[in-house]
């Protein structure tokens, strides 16, 4: 899962970035509106967390503007100033969710998990599929009982795999959607991160879960066609 953060703030964007990272995001950050809302234009996120108060181009503003462009990526709002009538403001301008300053870190995960819910199919923290369980709150992978470690990495990667099973992803996709923006997309470390992957979740079953399409990229499922 790949996170756009606008904050001017560089400590709270730093902080925020360090805990999301740790939870197995990727993580990009813009420090004005206008540089949040050029990201979100050419980059695919699953969520934007967006502050309010911003210099110049406030949070209120920037929202208005990615909606007007077509993006439809979540927006979780953030702001120290807990008034309802900022709040409608904010969800009126296109933002999914509000939440004011300061906050327990734990809610944040909780209401991004909400979010991604509600942008997907999955509707609770645990996905499934062939025998393959991945727990998004507790970062747990289990296969027919069995369970997997796997590094942050590997679990956003897997994730994305899962989400999308039966639907060819192409290397960009995946860089796109598991890196933040310094991914070099000339190296060969995706390959190798599902070289990994397949170590850890096909290896000792003989249904193969990770199958490579050739010329296309990568497909989560269990059709042998593939």
Not at 59 to 70: A, K, P
Not at 101 to 116: D, I, N, Y
Not at 195 to 216: A, E
Request: charged share 30%; with cysteine.
């Amino acid at each position: 899962m790949r996170i756009l953060i606008i904050e001017d703030d560089r400590r709270i964007a730093s902080v925020l970035q360090k805990g999301l990272k740790s939870e197995m995001y990727a993580v990009d950050i813009a420090y004005t509106g206008e540089a949040g809302e050029e990201l979100a234009s050419i980059n695919d996120y699953d969520i934007i967390i967006l502050d309010i108060m911003l210099p110049g181009q406030d949070g209120w503003e920037t929202c208005t503007h990615i909606r007007n462009d077509g993006i439809k990526t979540p927006i979780l709002m953030l702001t120290a100033l807990d008034n309802v009538d900022y709040k409608i403001r904010g969800l009126d301008t296109g933002a999914d969710d509000y939440l004011p300053k300061p906050f327990h870190f734990g809610e944040l995960l909780a209401r991004l998990r909400a979010l991604v819910r509600r942008s997907t199919d999955v509707k609770t923290s645990l996905i499934e599929k062939y025998g393959l369980k991945l727990d998004l709150s507790t970062h747990k992978v289990q296969r027919d009982g069995k369970e997997i470690l796997l590094t942050t990495k590997e679990f956003s990667m897997l994730q994305l795999l899962m989400l999308n099973a039966g639907r060819i992803l192409s290397r960009a996709v995946i860089a796109e959607s598991v890196w933040d923006m310094n991914f070099d997309p000339r190296s060969n470390v995706i390959d190798s991160f599902i070289k990994m992957l397949r170590q850890k979740v096909d290896k000792d079953f003989s249904k193969k879960l990770i199958r490579t399409v050739r010329g296309s990229g990568y497909v989560f499922s269990d059709d042998e066609a593939y």
